[in-house]
């Protein structure tokens, strides 16, 4: 199915934040778009910083700031380590499917 990209790839029509819950996994801080989901994944001040999309003069000084206030980033990658552990572990995620298919499956 082509979608007019040229990897086949439309990041428009997508709704799951792969790349900031890979960074919840390696504990890292995130600085992503204020857009559809990924305020689910980047709790603003928390382990993360949100900007508005098309806003620039956001994204420069969120950088700044995660540039500058070390104790900050360090706090915001510990609490992504551990959002990942609650929500997106592989043990988790095998836990949610097996209930998944044992609904389908039973139904």
Do not use: H
Not at 23 to 46: C, D, H, T, Y
Not at 64 to 90: A, P, V
């Amino acid at each position: 199915m082509s979608t007019g990209t040229k990897n086949g790839w439309d990041y428009r029509i997508t709704n799951l934040p792969v790349v900031p819950i890979d960074a919840l996994q390696f504990g890292l801080p995130i600085m992503a778009a204020n857009w559809r989901s990924i305020p689910e994944v980047v709790k603003q001040n928390i382990n993360g910083i949100l900007v508005e999309t098309k806003y620039i003069e956001q994204v420069s000084e969120s950088l700044e700031t995660l540039i500058n206030k070390k104790d900050m980033r360090f706090k915001m990658g510990q609490e992504s380590k551990e959002m990942y552990k609650k929500n997106y572990s592989e043990d988790l995620f095998s836990v949610r499917m097996n209930i998944v298919i044992q609904y389908v499956v039973n139904s």
